[in-house]
C-alpha cells in the first residue's frame, strides 16, 4: 500500500520559514513525479509545486513562486517544501502527492494526482 507522510508544519510569523518534508513507501517513488498540494478552510485544493521524477524539472503556482523551492532526494524517497518569506495567505493544510507523470501533470491539478499523504498544517500569523 502506498503511504505518504509529511512532516515539517507548524506555526510561524510572516517573513519566517518553513520546510516540508514528505516521505513515500511501498511506491515506485523515484519514477513518480511528486507536487505540493494545499487547502485553506472554505477553498478548493490547490497545487503549489511541482517536481519531475527525474528532479530536473519544476512548476510553481505564481503565487508562491519566487519564495518555495521543492525538491526530491530519491536515495531517501522524500520529497521537500522549502517555503521562505511565508505570509499569512499561506495558512493551509498542505498534502504531497504523486503522480504516474501522466500527461500534463505539470498543470498541478488535483485529479492528474493518485497518491495523497494526510497532510500537515502551516499557520502564518500576521
Known amino acids: 500500500q502506498v503511504q505518504l507522510v509529511e512532516s515539517g508544519g507548524g506555526s510561524v510569523q510572516a517573513g519566517g520559514s518553513l520546510r516540508l518534508s514528505c516521505a513515500a513507501s511501498a511506491f515506485t517513488y523515484s519514477s513518480n513525479c511528486m507536487g505540493w498540494f494545499r487547502q485553506a478552510p472554505g477553498k478548493e485544493r490547490e497545487g503549489v509545486a511541482g517536481i519531475s521524477a527525474s528532479g530536473d524539472s519544476t512548476y510553481y503556482a505564481n503565487s508562491v513562486k519566487g519564495r518555495f523551492t521543492i525538491s526530491r532526494d530519491n536515495a531517501k524517497n522524500t520529497v521537500y517544501l522549502q517555503m521562505n518569506s511565508l505570509k499569512p495567505e499561506d495558512t493551509a493544510m498542505y498534502y504531497c502527492?504523486?503522480?504516474?507523470?501522466?500527461?500534463?501533470?505539470?498543470?498541478?491539478?488535483?485529479?492528474?494526482?493518485?497518491?495523497w499523504g494526510q497532510g500537515t498544517q502551516v499557520t502564518v500569523s500576521s
Open positions: 502527492a504523486g503522480t504516474r507523470c501522466i500527461s500534463r501533470w505539470y498543470s498541478l491539478q488535483v485529479p492528474f494526482f493518485s497518491y
